[in-house]
């Protein structure tokens, strides 16, 4: 891969709107922790290059602490300081990290975020498996149950007869494999139910959801469905086709079937159904929130071939939901028109045994995933998008996919949190917040009621540290896992029962209210910002001795963790989020604003990845040089100034390891490889420049820089 990737960045010129909502993010998050830094930081300008080797004023006590040694010679062993700075940062920062680590066979890219999420893993590995130390909270104890039947699945003898008894018993069997299959006691709204209680999605995706309009409301929702196999049907190759329908064919001889020319037919017919299926989904489904009532929906989408009221009232009235005051003025969150209208007239179109045979399908191929994924054959199974190794699997479902994830973050969250670490990071977002306010002051293109609509905004967003509260409330854990209980021995069945109890669960939250929506965990190394809901939340993933230490140089902590922080919250700037108010309300700009906004703002759209960096005031460089420098903290060995360092710790954050092929898909999409994630905003940093004595017109110095605030 070039240095100086112009090449490649041409592929980048289309700027898509999710694309421009990224940009604008990096840059209003640059500026303020830029500034955040400089006013903490107390080393004095250097303006001579980072290779030349600076020296670190010798009045700094050298930090000689086994995490500041650590850090140390992390930070050089992932550089390669022949590479200039000025021409590759990114390079420069990382290519030692690159060439010290190999992608995993399972993986198409690796960050060392993803390592520090590993580790996290690793972690909860030990706590998972560590003997039971009572008085020992029930809702851990259950988590333990559950991992060690994950681990030990792999030893089950049984095969696909657990699968075959949870259709007999949930479906009374398969259709396709039934050659008594009874038309007329074919039940569509049922069916689909019943397969929504397994968190299976089959002619839609069904959930309860927050109402962006108001978080104390809850909803509803139904979109298109999801696919199995990471990809549309009509997508795949034929050979990928062929692997599909043999796994569909094998699957019905275990459920009996006796004639496989007729099978085959019947096979053929489902995948015909899915693929068209397929093809009348949205490319971009999700996030797409139109409020109707059942009333409307049944308006504009009943068919003979499907009844939405009718599965509304199945869904949410099984008796371990008790929902009995559905009515026709309930709100839905409905996803694309043209699917819901296009399926309408797919549904009446399928034979009733093909939309049987489809239904049961979908879920019987979501637990043949699950009996399969410790004992995959490499050859046999290249189609599947990963390929897990056992452990890992679990811990990784265990954490953030399935309903298991509440009490395992909470076991991690209790064992992980260091209180020292919340003081300090909550004193940056302070600072952090208290920085954008000044900058918003400065800007010279907002008039007085717009600056303060920000600033407001900005003191109202509601900041979710660690889900230090949440985690730690044991009441709440206890009632959302009273009625499981996990057999070690039994993998299959513990993951049917956990669906359908956290299905109920999901379900009376519709009638119940509570604000702790949990969008993170914990063990996440990903932060999220909520522009429904004006809110951050920052999970202790991040809060791991490769990136973050309170023990660490200020420099260090501002350039990893301070950059996520006001990464995040800077998206309720950017311009998607500029769009909500500081309750999370949507809000339309004057024609005015609008016409500015978009006039800044076009310079991104010009120039791909030019983000912003604006030089940090003047005000915040005297305070840097009148602050008391003399308990900075300095590492051993490392001979670059305070400023190099911060923008150090930046980039290596985004050190990457990444197949080409998942380069080329990303560039194609909306969303930046992270080697652009750190040349873009830097280029357009004049204190960057400054701080590695970058020369006007280097390629990490352009001479044309584009601003916002």
């Given amino acids: 891969m070039s240095r100086k990737p112009q090449s490649v960045s041409k592929r980048c010129l289309v700027v898509t709107s999710a694309s421009l909502v990224f940009l604008l993010t990096l840059t209003i998050s640059a500026v303020i922790l830029l500034a955040v830094f400089l006013s903490r930081s107390s080393v004095k300008h250097v303006t001579a290059n980072a290779t030349s080797g600076s020296t670190a004023d010798t009045k700094d006590d050298i930090c000689m602490t086994k995490e500041c040694i650590a850090l140390a010679s992390r930070i050089t062993q992932y550089m390669d300081s022949s590479i200039d700075p000025c021409e590759d940062f990114y390079h420069f920062s990382c290519k030692g990290w690159i060439d010290q680590n190999v992608l995993p066979r399972d993986r198409t890219s690796m960050t060392i975020t993803d390592v520090l999420q590993d580790n996290a893993l690793l972690k909860l590995k030990r706590l998972l498996e560590a003997d039971d130390m009572p008085p020992e909270r029930g809702y851990i104890i259950k988590a333990k149950d559950f991992y060690a039947s994950c681990v030990n699945h792999v030893h089950d003898t049984r095969g696909y007869k657990p699968l075959v008894d949870l259709i007999l018993k949930d479906f009374g069997g398969w259709s396709l494999a039934d050659d008594h299959w009874n038309e007329s006691a074919f039940d569509a709204e049922a069916m689909v139910a019943r397969a929504s209680s397994h968190f299976v999605s089959t002619v839609c995706t069904f959930s309860v959801t927050v109402d962006f309009r108001d978080d104390k409301v809850r909803v509803l929702k139904l979109d298109q ?4 196999l990471g990809e549309r049907l009509e997508s795949l190759n034929i050979s ?36 068209n299926l397929s093809m009348i989904s949205a490319i971009q ?46 709100i839905i969150f409905r996803g694309p028109n043209a699917y819901f209208l296009a399926l309408k007239t797919l549904l009446l179109q399928t034979s009733k045994r093909t939309l049987a045979d489809f239904i049961v399908w979908r879920v019987i191929l979501a637990y043949k995933l699950i009996i399969d994924y410790n004992n995959l054959d490499p050859d046999r199974y290249k189609y599947v998008p990963w390929l897990p190794d056992n452990e890992m699997v679990c811990l990784e479902t265990m954490a953030f996919y399935n309903n298991m994830k509440y009490a395992t973050n909470s076991l991690y969250a209790i064992n992980a949190l260091d209180v020292e670490d919340k003081i300090l990071v909550s004193d940056l977002i302070h600072r952090i917040q208290a920085t954008f306010n000044a900058t918003v002051n400065q800007a010279s293109w907002l008039n007085d009621y717009e600056r303060q609509f920000m600033k407001e905004k900005n003191g109202n967003m509601n900041i979710s540290l660690f889900y230090w509260e949440r985690m730690y409330n044991a009441t709440v854990l206890e009632e959302y896992y009273y009625n499981m209980s996990f057999n070690r021995e039994t993998f299959l069945e513990n993951v049917a029962l956990l669906n359908k109890e956290s299905f109920y669960v999901m379900l009376r939250q519709l009638r119940l209210v509570n604000r702790n929506v949990w969008n993170l965990l914990p063990i996440q190394s990903n932060a999220f910002y909520n522009e429904f809901r004006n809110s951050m939340d920052l999970p202790e993933g991040y809060l791991q001795p490769s990136i973050f230490d309170s023990n660490f140089p200020d420099a260090i902590n501002y350039g990893s963790v301070g950059n996520i922080i006001g990464h995040e919250i800077t998206h309720g700037f950017d311009s998607n989020g500029i769009n909500y108010d500081k309750d999370g309300a949507g809000f339309t700009w004057n024609q005015s604003f609008t016409d500015v906004f978009n006039n800044r703002t076009r310079c991104f759209v010009d120039q791909y990845n030019s983000f912003i960096v604006k030089g940090v005031n003047k005000s915040a460089y005297e305070e840097l040089e009148m602050e008391d420098s003399s308990q900075k903290k300095i590492l051993p060995g490392i001979n670059y100034t305070d400023h190099q360092l911060f923008f150090i710790s930046y980039a290596q954050r985004r050190c990457t390891l990444i197949k080409s092929d998942e380069l080329s898909r990303q560039l194609d999409s909306s969303y930046s490889p992270d080697q652009y994630r750190v040349l873009g905003p830097l280029q357009n940093s004049v204190d960057f420049a400054r701080a590695f004595g970058c020369t006007a017109g280097a390629f990490m110095n352009p001479v044309n820089k584009c601003v916002l605030f």
């Fill in 225 to 228: 469905p999801t696919f199995i």
């Fill in 240 to 275: 990928r086709r062929n692997y599909y329908r043999q796994i569909m064919a094998e699957m019905a001889a275990m459920f009996g079937v006796k004639n496989e020319t007729v099978t085959a037919e019947l096979i053929d017919n489902v995948m015909d159904f899915e693929k």
């Fill in 285 to 330: 489904p999700y996030g797409i929130n139109n409020p109707f009532t059942i009333s409307q929906m049944q308006q504009r989408y009943l068919s003979s071939a499907f009844d939405w009221k009718k599965f509304f009232v199945t869904v949410t009235s099984y008796p371990e939901i008790g929902i009995q005051n559905l009515t026709d003025s309930e």
